[in-house]
């Protein structure tokens, strides 16, 4: 088998010496070309690359979420098709590494590396659905081109934490737990909707949901995690599926600490619910629209303010090794 695998030198959880091990154990299995990022978007265009050549038979992104994304995006440059497109694996190297960690797979690098080994040998896969965004036709952000997400999007207040984090991270600050709640508070005091949403989900033969003041979309669960612990946004999300949506109609200072702690206490069984609250399963296409530019953020990745945003949640997109 001939691989490609995509390393992010800025990984924050692995040294060199560890990237170089799990090169080393990886190549003893496979005929292995290792390729380092070098700017923003490069982890696309390798895993385009691959894609478009004749003898990749896999793809492995060691790194974090953002990462994953980029290999993803690469992959599916012409659209998908799981069974002619490389398979994709995931080494974890970020901080939360959602992704990989919803599949399945250890938190630690060296014990995914060697769980991607044994499913190569007992070949076993699973083919995965994912989301995709793009500008809403007949909106000011028609022109932007769509993208694909792996385990979530946030259109409102959870970018807008999303986006105060990289901030943080631009001068220097660790990507810490910490760091998102003191982001979170922050993102609360200073929302000026949070009582009055301005969002509007729209969904083919159904009468628009107005008055949104928060919304996530999530392609799996869980949505997140809070150091070892699962965070459920949506419970029902799941790769075998389409998307899912769980929205606030308010954020009050009571209401925002009752869902806060749904969340805390979320379950497989069991997410945030309640009056204010919209959840919706398995939906295939949707738009969400704002009467103000919002924040956006897909797979933890802040990708600025956007007025509409046109989703479509796609079974059976990828193969991965798991």
Not at 179 to 206: A, E, S
Not at 250 to 273: D, F, K, N, V
Not at 302 to 316: D, K, P, Q
Request: proline share 6%.
């Amino acid at each position: 088998m001939r691989a490609l695998l995509v390393v992010n030198p800025a990984a924050t959880t692995t040294s060199a010496r560890t990237r170089d091990v799990l090169i080393h154990a990886l190549a003893s299995e496979m005929k292995l070309e290792a390729v380092t990022t070098e700017y923003r978007g490069h982890a696309r265009d390798l895993g385009r690359r691959a894609a478009e050549s004749d003898d990749i038979e896999m793809v492995v992104a060691l790194g974090g979420d953002g990462t994953v994304n980029e290999v993803v995006n690469g992959l599916l440059h012409h659209g998908p098709d799981p069974d002619r497109l490389p398979r994709l694996a995931v080494v974890p190297g970020g901080s939360t590494n959602v992704f990989a960690r919803a599949l399945g797979l250890p938190n630690d690098a060296v014990e995914a590396t060697g769980a991607i080994l044994d499913a190569l040998r007992d070949r076993t896969e699973r083919t995965v659905g994912l989301g995709l965004a793009a500008g809403t036709p007949g909106t000011e952000d028609e022109s932007v081109p769509p993208r694909w997400f792996t385990f979530c999007a946030g259109f409102g207040f959870d970018a807008g934490v999303v986006g105060r984090v990289e901030q943080q991270r631009e001068r220097g600050k660790r990507s810490t737990h910490a760091l998102y709640i003191r982001q979170v508070v922050r993102q609360f005091l200073d929302d000026p909707h949070r009582r009055h949403g301005v969002i509007t989900l729209d969904r083919p033969g159904q009468d628009p949901v107005t008055g949104l003041a928060l919304s996530i979309i999530c392609n799996t669960s869980p949505w997140t995690y809070l150091g070892n612990r699962p965070v459920y946004a949506s419970p029902t999300a799941s790769f075998d599926t389409a998307l899912d949506l769980v929205a606030l109609s308010r954020l009050s200072t009571s209401g925002a600490a009752r869902y806060a702690t749904q969340l805390l206490t979320s379950s497989p069984e069991r997410g945030p619910h309640g009056k204010h609250a919209v959840t919706l399963h398995d939906l295939t296409d949707f738009t969400l629209h704002s009467k103000v530019p919002l924040p956006f953020q897909m797979d933890g990745d802040h990708l600025g303010l956007r007025t509409s945003v046109t989703f479509t949640g796609v079974r059976r997109a990828l193969r991965v090794i798991v």
